[in-house]
């Protein structure tokens, strides 16, 4: 992921923000709802040919590393979506390929959301969802990114995409554009409207956009994009902060938390899901399953 990439974080304060006032508050109204969350954690991509032999068999072949990828982790960021709209036959395939318990969260088509910005997209839209509910039991929340240029003053297009959404497909919503994030009668109005079409959002945590950690949870959901640095040693201390607070999120009554996790290239990925389910497991006493590395050999040695 190239946004907010920065080439030097020597100088980035990584301290999460507090939460959004309301972010409590939409928690709270459905504490009573869930004692035990559904948690998913995963990558953007299954196809990665560093990880064969690390993550999947050493005679894995491309085919079939979606297959291999679901028995390692139980969800995906589908970034693929964004680029087309799967056929019939893709959607079967990828679940004939699916673990029991797999989630895919669907990544909206760039024509909605960076061409058309929203604008006479209902069409689209509809044959998109059409396509992901083929996904069964196995489609999570799907998320829309909007473009960087898509500004509050579109936020007549937003309200008008929202109220006409289809209610049965989960959605979370990634804002982009700085103004998002500066406290302003149309920013509420837009995080109310979220809130009240129960839509939730993306939260994204990279070097280079400290603004987009704006903490704002608009349903029981949370939807967290992070974006490593190659596992520098401030990779674990971010993730370790963001297990501290999801972790008061769920006591406060989250009921599902999506992880998502990029590194550059992905090649690290893995490493950082398993820190990230191995201490949620210790400090939060859940039983995740973490994906299984199998240590690599370094060039260069004999024994």
């Given amino acids: 992921m190239d946004f907010g990439k920065l080439s030097d974080i020597t100088s980035v304060d ?4 507090a939460d959004a006032s309301q972010t409590k ?5 459905n504490a ?3 004692s035990k969350p559904a948690i998913y954690v995963g990558c953007p991509i299954w196809t990665n040919k560093d990880w064969v032999g690390k993550v999947y068999p050493s005679h894995a072949k ?6 291999h990828y679901s028995r390692q982790f139980n969800t995906i960021e589908l970034n693929t979506t964004h680029y087309r709209i799967p056929d019939p036959e893709t959607i079967e395939r990828w679940k004939a390929a699916a673990a029991p318990g797999f989630t895919f969260s669907p990544k909206f088509p760039q024509i909605i959301s960076h061409e058309k910005q929203l604008d006479e997209a ?13 996904l069964g039991e196995h489609l999570g929340t799907s998320f829309l990114q909007l473009a960087p240029n898509f500004s509050p003053k579109y936020f ?3 309200e008008k995409y929202v109220k006409f959404f289809p209610k049965d497909i989960s959605l979370a919503i990634e804002f982009r554009h700085q103004d998002w994030f500066k406290s302003s009668p149309v920013t509420d109005k837009a995080f109310d409207l979220l809130e009240q079409y129960n839509i939730s959002t993306v939260i994204t945590d990279v070097a280079g956009r400290r603004d987009v950690l704006h903490q704002r949870l608009t349903t029981p959901i949370a939807m967290i994009r992070f974006v490593g640095n190659g596992l520098h040693p401030t990779d674990y201390t971010r993730v370790s902060d963001w297990i501290e607070r999801c972790l008061q999120w769920i006591e406060s009554g989250l009921q599902t938390l999506y992880f ?3 590194e550059p290239d ?7 899901v398993a820190y990230f389910i191995q201490q949620l497991n210790e400090k939060g006493k859940f039983s995740l399953t973490p994906p299984r590395i199998t240590p690599q050999p370094v060039q260069g040695t004999l024994f």
């Fill in 156 to 158: 007549p297009l937003l």
């Fill in 32 to 34: 009573h709802k869930a």
């Fill in 122 to 134: 209902e069409d689209l839209t509809l044959e998109f969802c059409e396509a992901i509910r083929g």
């Fill in 25 to 29: 508050t939409v928690l709270q109204k």
């Fill in 266 to 272: 992905n090649k690290f990925s893995p490493e950082l």
């Fill in 62 to 67: 491309e085919k079939d590393f979606l297959y």
């Fill in 14 to 17: 990584f301290t999460l923000p």
């Fill in 260 to 262: 998502f996790v990029h």
